[in-house]
């Protein structure tokens, strides 16, 4: 998930919601000292569960953390549980920070950790309370991510012991959400995101303090796996792959981790069983978002082979019937063959036509195209970082 907000008419009359709480939750940028904020326009969506499915999205930390003295515990691996939302549209996990359970967001797509926290008052959502924890510090600084459209969500910088599948980082850094400028932050399913993207190894001089980096040393291999399931809860891997996940081989590719993320390239792609057409696509494995976003020509040629599929003007998505026979789309990422299914496609139903759905596949912005969850539940993933970071894919049993 990076910031990439498509605020579609008939979704959410953001505008009018916004006016009511903007006075009380408005966020004046300029009056904080020792404050990083980031604003990036680069694209990237997730779909919010619900009656109206929204495409929004939730800021990526482009900017370096204070450095704080950590350490981190000596566990030769872990696992944790990746579960759905409705219609696989975020995946959760559950993790703690000072003695603290949170149902975070598992998102590849960016690198800070963040949760409410108690100054928010929510009823739905878990807090942070640095108060109630032994091993909470405050940084002494604050952090700010905005969304194209003007969402914003500001909090205090902490550092504190996180514990996530039985890996435990002491001095992790932590932000606290305390002001929000929209409540479509408060109607998401999850208290937070956890982000295990790549570092941004070209900004700034200030070495990041992600979780990633703290235990990739610590770890067998510094790797992880992701095996998310249809409807169904998955699981992560950190620091071994599991052999009973997938079938055939691990076919390695290179990373561009120039931005932080883990961007790789597409080659080629086949539309059920027609004719192969040779691309040259770099996309971002994110498992915070929830749809794949690929090139107009790769969206047109898809929803070609489906009769009855359709742009959606009032959502401005493209929409098939959903009992449509789709077909699958296979891409080609290196020697790998990924397939995703026809049975993966149709997703929520739409809003003013409940017998047509929403596509999985939907057209992406130049230079930030997308495999979301819809994609990588479909496969065996395997982030490996390092000094030479790449991704690989295995099939396995759907």
């Known amino acids: 998930m990076q910031p990439w907000i498509m605020f579609f008419s008939k979704l959410l009359n953001v505008a009018a919601i916004y006016s009511i709480f903007a006075e009380c939750l408005s966020i004046p940028q300029q009056n904080y000292k020792n404050t990083f904020a980031v ?29 704080n003295a950590s350490t981190t515990a000596a566990t030769s691996t872990g696992t944790i549980v990746l579960s759905p939302t409705d219609d696989d549209h975020d995946y959760l996990t559950p993790i703690a920070i000072g003695g603290q359970t949170f149902n975070v967001l598992f998102d590849t797509g960016s690198e800070f950790l963040w949760v409410f926290s108690s100054e928010i008052g929510t009823s739905n959502h878990e807090e942070y309370d640095p108060s109630k924890s032994t091993t909470s510090k405050a940084a002494g600084s604050k952090w700010e991510v905005c969304y194209d459209g003007g969402r914003c969500v500001i909090g205090d910088l902490y550092t504190d012991t996180v514990s996530v599948g039985g890996i435990t980082v002491d001095g ?6 305390t002001q929000l400028n929209s409540v479509d932050f408060l109607n998401d399913g999850f208290d937070g995101v956890f982000g295990l993207s790549l570092h941004q190894k070209t900004f700034g001089k200030v070495p990041e303090t992600t979780f990633l980096d703290h235990i990739e040393a610590k770890l067998p291999a510094p790797l992880f796996t992701v095996d998310l399931k249809k409807g169904k809860p998955g699981s992560c891997d950190f620091g071994f792959v599991d052999e009973s996940k997938y079938t055939g081989d691990v076919i390695y590719v290179p990373v561009d ?40 020509s790769i969206v047109d040629d898809y929803y070609a082979a489906i009769p009855g599929a359709f742009f959606d003007s009032e959502e401005s998505l493209y929409a098939l019937p959903c009992d449509s026979n789709a077909p699958s789309i296979t891409f080609d990422i290196g020697a790998f063959k990924a397939v995703l299914p026809g049975s993966f496609i149709a997703s929520a139903r739409t809003d003013d036509n409940p017998s047509n759905c929403l596509g999985g596949i939907q057209t992406g912005r130049q230079s930030d195209f997308i495999l979301g969850s819809l994609f990588l539940k479909s496969q065996f993933v395997v982030f490996k970082g390092g000094n030479d970071p790449s991704i690989g894919f295995a099939a396995k049993p759907l």
């Open 39 to 67: 604003r990036r326009s680069t694209p990237r969506s997730s779909l919010i569960s619900g009656p109206v499915p929204v495409l929004s999205s939730h800021g990526k930390f482009r900017k370096s953390l204070p450095d």
């Open 172 to 177: 992790q850094a932590v932000g606290a959400a």
């Open 257 to 296: 981790d120039s931005q932080g993320d883990w961007a790789f390239d597409v080659t080629g792609y086949t539309v059920g069983t027609g004719s192969h057409h040779a691309t040259s696509v770099r996309v971002i494995a994110d498992t915070g978002t929830a749809f794949v976003f690929v090139p107009q």
